[in-house]
């Protein structure tokens, strides 16, 4: 049986007051985005070494005590939420740039450094790290829940920018995978395992990410459509032509209408798209009039690009704070955001239907998207103390994620599986769900490993 008690005892003799029992605490490691109910765990530790991170997990493992790692808390399908108690790992004093090789394209790294710290460490070097899901994630998080974001058309999402991992695993043993190599043949690929665990295999605890050297020019653009159907298209097509794009977001009128509001913008309100390019002066001025060209076919208009930093940031700034736009909207309101990714070819027909499906209701859904990589966001509003509203929200959500499955998509291209979508796992990919339950208990065999989340474990 667990004994979570003699475990924290035995922790704060470790920690000293490095092991917090302190409600206000407790309270802050119970919260999540979204509209599941404060969840505090019994205790929360906050360790500086890998290995002070074994020795809690030596512990833990001995008297049967869950462990949930967490980083900033940005994740949106409830993954650090301590739904079985037991002690939240806090990573946030393991917070270091441990080496840069500029030479080589890489950076060493602890688990607790979010991605704007990182690049503000690495402006001196001409480098950076590419992978921006929009909040100020930990890396370590962001590894966890395999994150992506506005730039990962070109540059690609967390499986393709980590190298290697250190990781403690349930019974403490501290393990390295992959290399600073630029590829291995040599066994099972244990990187890639890790990434996307969401924290229920082991801790990661230190980091080897790939670096990209800043480019040269960078250039913004915005473009308004009539419709979403044609803002897509023109995307599909600059996708399907190899148009080298670094960033392409749709923003649908509500959330034009929201960031105006919230941003203190004037964009009309009608769909957008907000792109962004590098490369070098020539190559950019190229892209830009390519795509102008492109959205011209597809009815866009409006067209207006930018390579002043401050209006590239302030652009990306209103995108990144959307959510909170759209929250505003409706104040006390609570919120399921939530995503699917689907072949480009069928992202028109998804969203699409998606909006038919909402409007039929009489319900607005604000819709923005990843859209080079096939990936959408719904979020939808409600009263939590209408258990009506509540109730059309999650179905409006279960029939968007069974519509991307139907299209050949995922339910998630980036927030994860937590617990806000174990259910649609096994209808995704079938058998393979009871090999991944096997993968968890040869990692885990005791369960105490962020229990409850990706897999049902007996």
């Known amino acids: 049986m667990p004994d979570n008690g003699a475990a924290i005892s035995e922790l704060k003799t470790l920690l000293g007051d490095r092991l917090s029992t302190a409600q ?27 290995q002070e991170v ?25 993954h650090a939420l301590p739904i079985r108690g037991g002690v939240t790992i806090d990573m946030i004093n393991m917070n270091k740039m441990l080496t ?13 450094i979010t991605r704007e710290e990182l690049n503000t460490e690495l402006r001196a070097t001409g480098l950076f790290f590419p992978v921006d899901p929009g909040a100020n994630a930990t890396l370590g998080g962001m590894t966890a829940t ?16 980590v190298m290697a991992l250190e990781v403690v695993l349930a019974d403490g043993r501290i393990i390295r995978t992959g290399s600073k190599a630029k590829k291995s043949s040599a066994g099972y690929d244990l990187t890639r395992l890790f990434i996307g ?22 250039s913004a653009a915005v473009c308004e459509f009539q ?8 995307v599909i097509m600059a996708v399907q032509m190899g148009l080298p794009i670094a960033r392409v977001e749709f923003i649908d009128a509500l959330s034009i209408k929201a960031i105006n509001a919230y941003s203190n913008m004037t964009m009309t309100e009608c769909p957008h798209l907000f792109m962004e390019f590098h490369g070098s002066e020539s190559g950019v001025a190229e892209q830009v009039q390519r795509m102008k060209e492109i959205t011209e076919e597809f009815g866009g208009g409006g067209f207006q690009w ?78 939590r103390n209408n258990p009506e509203e509540f ?21 998630t291209g980036e927030h994860g599986i937590g617990i806000g979508k174990m259910k649609y796992l096994e209808e995704e990919h079938g058998e393979a769900v009871n090999i991944m339950a096997d993968i968890k208990r040869s990692f885990d065999p005791t369960g105490i490993m962020n229990p409850g989340k990706i897999v049902a474990v007996n």
């Open 24 to 50: 206000a605490v407790l309270h802050l490691h119970g919260e999540n985005e979204t509209y599941y109910d404060n969840t505090p765990p019994d205790a929360v530790a906050f360790p500086n070494t890998t």
């Open 54 to 78: 074994s020795e809690i997990l030596k512990i833990c493992h001995a008297h049967g005590c869950p462990v949930i790692p967490w980083g900033v808390g940005t994740s949106l399908e409830g």
């Open 100 to 112: 840069v090789a500029a030479e080589d394209l890489y950076a060493v790294v602890q688990p607790g």
């Open 146 to 161: 395999s994150a992506s974001g506005t730039t990962t058309v070109r540059y690609g999402k967390m499986k393709d920018n």
């Open 197 to 218: 665990s969401e924290g229920t295999l082991g801790i990661i605890t230190e980091l080897t990410v790939k670096l990209h050297g800043q480019p040269e020019a960078i």
């Open 227 to 234: 419709d979403s159907t044609s803002a897509v298209n023109a």
């Open 306 to 383: 930018a390579s002043k930093a401050e209006d590239r940031n302030k652009l990306w700034h209103a995108r990144h704070t959307a959510y909170f736009a759209i929250k505003a909207q409706r104040p006390g309101s609570d919120g399921i955001s939530t995503d699917v990714c689907v072949p480009i070819s069928k992202l028109a027909q998804a969203m699409d239907e998606t909006i038919a499906d909402v409007e039929a209701h009489g319900w607005n859904a604000p819709i923005v998207g990843h859209v080079g990589d096939g990936n959408y966001h719904v979020l939808f509003l409600f009263d």
């Open 391 to 411: 109730a059309l929200a999650k179905d409006l959500t279960h029939r968007m994620n069974l519509r991307a499955l139907a299209l050949g998509g995922t339910v």
